[in-house]
């Protein structure tokens, strides 16, 4: 009698344990949370940064390589890896295919359509080479410009993806750990969202033990993609407040992760 009961227990306690570890897949928490912000623009530097260190997150930040901020303000970049903050490949020039409609904005020498492979690859290759430079790492993530996968109907990622722990596309949704593509993470772009809109996007997360990517541009400005820094600000005293059941981290962690989980 007595074995039989310590069998029941042993058997009710291992069972809790795969029940608790289901119900809390990311590094131990509910869900994950990974805050991307494209472009290098002044407003990550001077807006998002001190927020973001304030409440001790991490986050990524995906550069092009020809950008003037990068350039001009290259120590505080350094300065931002150093703390933990990933600098990510946005590629060289953000090339974008112009033969999409509505891309008449997209210049000669930054369509994506007029490029080669070998050029796609080998600018790429080119800003990993310089972020290498201001950060010494070898591991980062890609971020597609504009979303765009291929030229004239090949995949450019691909040829360069054993450069990368992963890359995050531009369509919309919540990912789950047993599904997720490495290769085209989904995300959510926001612009003109209210705090309480993206608060919701991570409640839903947790409800689903999903991760959730947001992709910002300007944050209170310098880009037509948009949040106000109030809305940005109520977005991370939210997650700050939840740290027990939310996981936040950059991009290149949360891939390691689930590399190693896999």
């Known amino acids: 009698m007595r074995k039989i009961t310590t069998n029941f227990l042993l058997f009710f306690f291992v069972i809790n344990v795969i029940y608790a570890q289901s119900d809390m897949p990311w590094n131990g928490k509910k869900c994950a949370v990974v805050l991307t912000y494209d472009d290098a623009l002044n407003v990550h530097l001077d807006s998002v940064m001190p ?72 600018e790429i290759k080119t800003t990993n080479t310089l972020l290498k430079a201001i950060d010494g790492k070898d591991e980062r993530t890609f971020a597609y410009p504009c979303g765009d996968l291929t030229i004239n ?29 490495m290769k085209n993470i989904k995300c959510f772009s926001m612009h003109g969202q209210t705090g309480e809109e993206m608060i919701k996007l991570v409640k839903e997360a947790e409800a689903q033990n999903a991760l959730v990517v947001f992709l910002f541009h300007g944050v209170g400005g310098e880009h037509s993609l948009n949040v106000s820094n109030e809305a940005h600000i109520e977005l991370i005293e939210y997650l700050s407040k939840h740290k027990k059941d939310i996981w936040v981290d950059t991009m290149v962690e949360v891939a390691r992760y689930l590399k190693n989980e896999k």
Request: aromatic share 10%.
């Open 51 to 122: 927020v973001l260190d304030k409440h001790h997150f991490n986050a990524t930040f995906y550069v092009m390589g020809d950008t003037e901020i990068l350039n001009k303000r290259m120590e505080e970049w350094r300065k931002a890896s150093k703390k933990g903050h990933e600098l990510g490949n946005h590629t060289l020039a953000h090339p974008c295919d112009g033969s999409i409609d509505h891309r008449d904005w997209v210049i000669p020498e930054r369509d994506l359509s007029k490029y080669t492979i070998f050029r796609a690859v080998n």
């Open 153 to 181: 109907g090949t995949t450019f990622y691909d040829q360069v993806e054993s450069e990368f722990v992963a890359a995050r596309g531009t369509f919309h949704g919540l990912e789950s750990s047993k599904t997720i593509d």
